[in-house]
């Protein structure tokens, strides 16, 4: 077998074993154990309930069959605001900054979801109108450099959010293999290492930290998880998701679950800043009483984010403290990253160039990384966070700033807040010594859309050196009782942050 690729025939070769993902109780509809909701007899989100205060925005009801959403047009804001969509998607070239700053400040002061394809079905022959032509994602952002990194990437993922509703087939996206190599990783880690107790308790439950606009959905339906709880800082994104799960989500069981096309587990959702705010302060105004019946969870995933936190030590204690806590003991917190020592070879091979500001980048014709300042000769990043760099991935990433993540840091840090290294890998690797097992269970789609030019499966070229950018982690939390007295994070004392010595740490860790 190739080292970079896999040959379909290997698989077949293999013995057919059974799939170990199986839920362990049937959910009601009607009646959940456990439930999320204030009241388990009313089955009614939050945020569909008249609400005491403005911190989240209202989400607008769920369309029925019958009766589908639709938002009126008789505003002259919208229809401003469609021209404007439907001259840009035509005429990118044209929009000088003036006029794109005013379209910005505009959206900004107009209620965000009123742009939203699913809310204002009439937009639908944009991408009719242009089905044989695909948009390649570019986001416009104004002013980047006095704006904030949390502003910069609301602003981009709210972007891609509803530039994704115009572009076309994703087929015809240019990195379009390149993301299903990376959804292929996603499953693979989730399905490995995502677990559940049921010692512990009844429901398997994830929490999805940066969910983005749902696009892991179809993996927790696949490792069968029961309870879904997804939170991001783009509110489009989110708005996004919830569309997505309420349109998949099963309302009657199917006899044979394994045929069915729908989500069978319960999902929430919520907008806010993992990285600066504490779950229950985001969790708790939309769903009274989460945290008492849904945590702590089996899982907590977050997949390509955990690197806006290194722009300072805070904001990772914050995130890890969000984690930890939202654990049960022996729960995995499963993500993925750049990969520093990838970073760190570039350097030290001397592989960066200058480009026409001067400054130092790496990469090829579907991605790069340009460094804000000059970085270290031996491509050891001292102090560990702050390191800015900006990311460009064709489609997908347009140059917004992340930082890089030195593993041994992360790692350090995890073993402060009980979490211990199980497994890290880049994704080549991950992709070489796993695939044999999932390539009968993944989707075809996802599968062919890992085709070589050669007729094998796998990354190659472009794609192969964009991909070995990243790397999968899963850290476990303890499962033996510690004796350090810790203030309880889930009651109003949260947020006070853990001092611990080197000496508390164990020392028998398992570092595999």
Not at 123 to 140: A, D, I, P, W
Not at 492 to 503: A, C, D, L, P, Q
Request: proline share 5%; net charge positive.
């Amino acid at each position: 077998m190739s080292t970079d690729t896999y040959e379909p025939g290997a698989a077949k070769r293999l013995k057919k074993e059974e799939s170990g993902f199986s839920r362990k109780r049937e959910i009601s509809t009607t009646s959940v154990p456990g439930s999320i909701y204030a009241n388990p007899k009313d089955n009614t989100p939050a945020w569909l309930r008249p609400k005491e205060n403005n911190k989240y925005d209202k989400y607008g009801e769920r369309p029925s069959a019958s009766k589908p959403a639709t938002t009126s047009t008789s505003d002259p804001r919208l229809n401003r605001l469609k021209r404007a969509r439907e001259e840009s998607n035509d005429h990118d070239a044209r929009d000088d900054h003036h006029e794109q700053q005013q379209h910005e400040e505009e959206e900004e002061r107009i209620s965000p979801y009123i742009h939203l394809q699913v809310a204002n079905p009439s937009v639908n022959h944009l991408q009719q109108q242009h089905e044989n032509k695909y948009h390649t994602f570019q986001s416009r952002i104004s002013n980047r450099e006095h704006r904030d990194i949390n502003s910069i990437v609301r602003a981009h993922y709210n972007q891609r959010t509803q530039q994704a509703k115009h572009q076309g087939s994703r087929t015809n996206s240019p990195i379009y293999k390149l993301r299903n190599f990376n959804n292929a990783i996603k499953y693979i880690l989730l399905g490995n290492w995502g677990k559940h107790d049921p010692e512990q308790s009844d429901l398997f439950s994830l929490l999805d930290l940066c969910c983005g606009k749902g696009g892991d959905l179809n993996k927790c339906e696949f490792i069968k998880i029961d309870q879904y709880i997804g939170v991001d800082i783009a509110d489009l994104s989110v708005k996004e998701a919830y569309e997505r799960y309420s349109k998949q989500k099963a309302r009657f069981k199917s006899a044979n679950r394994s045929s069915s096309n729908r989500y069978n587990f319960e999902g929430c959702f919520a907008t806010g800043d993992c990285f600066t705010q504490f779950v229950p302060d985001i969790l708790e105004p939309n769903f009274p009483g989460i945290i008492d019946r849904a945590f702590p969870v089996d899982v907590v995933s977050t997949q390509f984010s955990l690197h806006y936190s290194f722009e300072s030590e805070e904001k990772v204690r914050t995130l890890l403290t969000n984690v930890t806590r939202s654990l049960r003991k022996g729960g995995r917190f499963i993500g993925t990253i750049p990969s520093s020592d990838f970073i760190k070879q570039q350097i030290t091979d001397k592989k960066l160039v200058r480009d026409e500001n001067g400054k130092m980048k790496f990469g090829n014709g579907l991605y790069s990384v340009t460094f804000d300042k000059d970085p270290p000769e031996d491509g050891i990043f001292r102090p560990a966070f702050g390191n800015k760099y900006n990311y460009w991935l064709k489609d997908a990433v347009d140059n917004v700033p992340e930082y890089v993540v030195p593993f041994d840091t992360l790692r350090s840090l995890c073993e402060e807040y009980d979490l211990v290294l199980k497994y890290k890998k880049g994704f080549i690797d991950i992709f070489n010594q796993e695939i044999p097992k999932y390539f009968s269970k993944l989707n075809k789609n996802l599968i062919e859309g890992m085709k070589r030019s050669d007729g094998k499966y796998g990354a190659e070229g472009e794609e192969k050196e964009a991909v070995g950018f990243y790397v999968g982690f899963v850290f476990e939390k303890y499962l033996q009782q510690k004796k350090i007295p810790q203030k309880i994070f889930f009651k109003k004392t949260m947020g006070v942050s853990i001092n611990r010595k080197k000496e508390d740490v164990p020392s028998n860790l398992n570092n595999n």
